[in-house]
């Protein structure tokens, strides 16, 4: 294909886009005002299957297909990442030397480190009633772990964090996801439709059906998939090293 049909394509492909949004912006309701049927709705079925918060039924009940691409996402890019940062054979791992750091640094990281780990399993617990959920709690949950890499050392954080027990929960926290869905099937009822399980007392860590199931399933792929991410680069930036005579060091 040539340089100028493409360029065509990527127009009309545009001119497209740009028809289906202007025909969207046209019909959207007036700003200001009291009439939001589409919030209107979110807002009853989450309250007709006993999940408090809104936004957790929206992601995982009423929009669960589209919340299983959004972890995929997360899933194939810290796949990607470990693939393009695995180490070459012209590189060798190096063990880092102990840090100095300051005494009120590491007071406050080691005191902020099991606080940050509750408030974020707090969050994935609780996303179905409260603001919060698996993606906020598994993000607060990995970055509360490496407080430890602030307040002490690298090594101390590796003793907490083995990589590969971690690239399973990652795998396991999107399998997981994807039982549920099947589950669903397997019940006679659609893919990641909430109809598996009862809804249980409004307001409860037990309601809204397989709403909190899910949640835990993403707050698991999230948290372990952080980790990993951020032990790539982190094992690039601290032990990966050249090995002497490397070409890339005879080049320079």
Not at 26 to 51: I, K, M, N, Q
Not at 126 to 147: E, I, K, W
Not at 192 to 216: E, I, R
Not at 229 to 236: H, P, S
Request: glycine fraction near 12%.
């Amino acid at each position: 294909m040539s340089r100028r049909l493409r360029l065509w394509v990527l127009a009309l492909g545009g001119l497209g886009v740009a028809a289906l949004l202007a025909a969207a912006y046209l019909r959207l309701p007036g700003f200001g005002g009291d009439v939001h049927p589409y919030g209107d709705r979110a807002v009853e079925a989450s309250l007709a299957r006993h999940t408090s918060n809104t936004i957790a039924s929206v992601n995982f009940d009423q929009r669960a297909f589209d919340t299983l691409g959004e972890e995929t996402i997360l899933f194939a890019a810290v796949l990607g990442t470990v693939v393009l940062l695995r180490q070459t054979r012209d590189e060798r791992q190096v063990r880092p030397a102990p840090a100095r750091v300051a005494t009120p640094v590491r007071r406050y990281a080691l005191v902020l480190l099991p606080v940050a780990l509750v408030t974020g399993l707090y969050l994935i617990a609780h996303g179905q009633l409260s603001p919060g959920g698996g993606f906020q709690g598994g993000v607060v949950v990995a970055t509360a772990l490496h407080l430890l890499y602030i307040g002490a050392d690298y090594r101390a954080l590796e003793r907490i964090r083995p990589v590969g027990r971690y690239e399973v929960g990652d795998a396991a926290g999107e399998a997981a996801y994807l039982v549920l869905g099947v589950a669903g099937l397997v019940g006679g009822s659609a893919f990641l439709a909430n109809t598996l399980l009862p809804y249980g007392t409004f307001n409860t860590l037990a309601s809204g059906g397989t709403v909190p199931l899910l949640n835990a399933a993403v707050g698991m792929e999230v948290g372990c998939a952080v980790v990993v991410l951020l032990a790539r680069f982190l094992d690039q930036a601290v032990e990966i090293e050249r090995s002497p005579g490397s070409g890339k060091e005879r080049d320079e």
